[in-house]
């Protein structure tokens, strides 16, 4: 199967743990396609739209991946199994396509027509998405069976942002959806919803989302493993016709959402 | 608050010429008037619209509610009235009978959050002011104050109503009957100028035609009924009520605001859902509680996706102009909250609290009085609706969402969920 990676940067975490845990089940990628890291444009276009404050938080976040290479920690600890490797720490895409022997693009819109052009001369099977743009039709229409993405949150009943921390607040399961891309927010056809069962020994809401993540790679894993073999197919949401999208939670809410985890740790606990 | 019938082009004219010579007589308000503009194009150059711009708490809500009823005790006048705003140009304005009124809710709201008693005292002599302002039919006049009431007094549908609410208000709160026979003979008044549709038009409504955010004064019947047991009142709220949700189109969008003159400012749309919804909850129609929760949606979702509500739109919420009313995103808090209070749909409180962290930074902390802890009408000031004005009707409806979330964060964190109200769908 012709696979390639959609990323938001070449640093990436997300995006490298998917190459690896994809390479090792002998499903090397054709290329993976990654927007600038930290260029000019980007850091004046976000000092615009973020204020001074967040953009040195983010360029701190692009820029010391780049000079840490010997750091021997990753963000997402959970991710640390994929992104072993010889002694080292996988710390960007490159090195991971450079050891799978595969091509990695800079695009500055993944939308753009050198991105299009790009990916149509790869003429893909599947597009696995772990971030970037908001992908538009012509993309979402060039890959035979279509674009995957891995949503932190059982769907359709938590569309859109925070899923976890919704999940929480509404009484919903927490797991992750793999899911086909389509011009909806998180509305496209499920290939697999997958419980997570450790949410009630999660420390903290950001322990659960690190956790989540590297869930939804393994089982995004599986899912690919299965379409190769034409083992499982998408099915249609439902409820399309109902607004069920959730936004960026308020840190009132999130602390409430906080408060929810901790209790079903004490449930767990006492449940021993 | 509705503008006043004098709508003639020498009447603009000659505000705008009021308005204009306003620095010539007090030179001093030059200085915050330029700091204002200043600060408020840095603002909007430099705006931050990421996703998470309102997502942290940078103010807590009881500072800003202190600073908000500050600035309505402030601008009380001797009267007894409270000001319409303060301008930039031309200072305190006179007292106005509509925002006075239904500012005596909120003033006994805060009193009781708070215990603060001059709350109390503000809106004690409020009420009496109103009071001597009833005209002998039971009616209130509209626009800002001139004199006392006499039989010449223009009557007005619009500002009856919206004082009908704070008379309401204040006999709930004393039990005094001759507030009640006050609220009454309003009442009467409203029910018998109201057209066999249930609208209200003719001389004493504003541009002689009948709007749909008069809903408002449906609210107020309602609350009427309520307090005085009398079944009639409801009635005539229900009337009207059935004419507002005639107009709701499948798309969200309300037609029959009609201002002639003005566009569609977020601050009518809002009225429309907040007299519907209110209306609504105390008479228990859920297709009214619907009707506004499908409308209320879709300026979520706006909001939610653009960081921002324009101040007005044209028909189906389409073509939004590049300022922002902050009047009507109160209003808006305010809708979010009672429909999350109503449906126990926490989207609904996680919009209202990151809109009451937008408008609690764009209250000023600094400045002389009447600058302080004002809610101006649009931002940027320049902005179309209010320009250069901080408005009383914008603090009393700010006032109203923090006290709203206030009530509910704290029974939603008592509780650790939230029991929706009996009448919820």
Redesign the interface.
């Known amino acids: 199967m012709r696979i390639v990676i959609l990323s938001s940067s070449v640093y990436s975490e997300t995006a490298c743990a998917m190459a690896v845990r994809l390479c090792e089940s002998v499903h090397v990628p054709v290329g993976a396609i990654a927007l600038p890291a930290a260029n000019r444009g980007t850091l004046l276009r ?6 001074a404050k ?1 953009v040195i938080r983010y360029a701190r976040t692009k820029l010391i991946p780049q000079r840490g290479e010997k750091q021997a920690q990753v963000r997402n600890p959970y991710l640390q199994p994929l992104l072993k490797h010889k002694g080292g720490i996988f710390r960007s895409l490159r090195k991971v396509a450079k050891c799978y022997d595969f091509p990695v693009v800079i695009c500055k819109d993944q939308n753009s027509p050198d991105s299009t052009k790009q990916l149509k001369a790869w003429s893909p099977d599947l597009i696995i998405f772990t971030g970037g743009n908001i992908l538009r039709k012509p993309l979402l229409d060039l890959p035979r069976l279509g674009v995957l993405n891995v949503h932190l949150g059982m769907l359709p009943e938590a569309r859109g ?1 925070s899923s976890p921390e ?1 999940s929480l ?2 009484d919903v399961p927490v797991g992750v959806t793999i899911h086909y891309i389509n011009e909806g927010i998180d509305t496209g056809p499920i290939l697999q919803r997958c419980e997570f069962p450790d949410a009630a020994r999660c420390a903290s809401l950001s322990d659960l989302r690190n956790r989540l993540i590297a869930f939804g790679i393994e089982k995004a894993g599986e899912v690919v493993a299965n379409l190769d073999r034409g083992a499982i197919s998408a099915t249609p949401q439902s409820h399309l016709d109902e ?1 069920r ?10 602390a ?1 959402a906080s ?2 985890l901790t209790q079903s740790q004490s449930a767990a606990m006492a449940g021993r | 608050m509705n503008g006043s019938n004098d709508n003639a082009v020498p009447g603009k004219l000659f505000k705008a010429m009021t308005e204009a010579t306003g620095l010539l007589r007090r030179p001093q308000r030059a200085l915050p008037l330029i700091q204002r503009l200043v600060s408020d194009k840095l603002h909007s ?2 705006e ?5 711009s ?4 940078k103010r807590p809500s009881g500072d800003a509610l202190n600073s908000l009823l500050r600035w309505i005790i402030d601008a009380q006048r001797p009267d007894g009235g409270i000001a319409a705003y303060y301008s930039l140009l031309t200072g305190y304005s006179q007292s106005y009978p509509e925002v006075t009124g239904y500012i005596v809710p909120t003033l006994y709201d805060f009193a009781r959050a708070t215990g603060d008693d001059r709350a109390v005292s503000v809106a004690e002599s409020a009420t009496r002011w109103l009071l001597s302002l009833q005209i002998p039919t039971g009616a209130f006049p509209g626009g800002l104050h001139r004199g006392p009431a006499t039989h010449e007094s223009q009557p007005s549908v619009f500002n009856t109503g919206q004082i009908l609410q704070g008379v309401v208000r204040a006999h709930v709160e004393t039990n005094r009957p001759e507030i009640l026979q006050a609220a009454v003979a309003a009442g009467d008044w409203l029910i018998k100028v109201q057209q066999p549709d249930g609208s209200w038009s003719g001389p004493a409504a504003y541009q002689n035609a009948a709007h749909t955010y008069y809903s408002m004064v449906a609210r107020a019947l309602a609350e009427l009924s309520d307090d005085s047991g009398d079944r009639q009142y409801g009635f005539a709220a229900e009337r009207n009520l059935d004419w507002v949700l005639s107009h709701f189109r499948p798309s969200g969008w309300i037609d029959g605001i009609d201002l002639q003159g003005h566009p569609n400012y977020l601050h009518f749309i809002a009225y429309v859902l907040q007299g519907v919804l209110e209306c609504g909850i105390l008479r228990q129609r859920n297709d009214a509680i619907e009707a506004v929760a499908k409308s209320s ?1 879709v300026l979520l ?1 706006k909001f ?1 996706t653009n960081k921002f509500l324009p101040g007005a739109f044209e028909s189906d919420f389409k073509n939004g102009q590049h300022f922002t009313c902050l009047t009507g995103n109160a209003q808006m808090s305010c809708v979010w909250l009672r429909l999350f209070e109503v449906t126990g749909d ?2 609904y ?3 209202a ?2 809109m009451n ?1 937008m408008l609690k930074q764009l209250i000023p902390t600094r400045g002389g009085r009447g600058i302080v802890g004002g809610v101006s009408g649009s931002h940027p000031i320049w902005g179309r609706y209010q320009p250069l004005r901080y408005i009383s009707w914008g603090n009393k409806f700010f006032a109203d969402a923090l006290l709203l979330e206030e009530r509910l ?1 704290l029974a ?2 008592a509780s ?1 969920a939230f029991e929706a109200l009996r009448c919820a769908s």
């Open positions: 976000k000092l615009g739209q973020w204020g967040d942002m919704w607040l509404n607004d999208q959730f936004f960026v939670m308020h840190e009132w809410l999130q409430r408060e929810r | 150059t430099f931050q619209r990421h996703l998470c309102y997502t942290t708490t949606w979702r939610e926490l989207r409180l996680n919009t609290l990151k962290e964060t939603f964190a650790g």
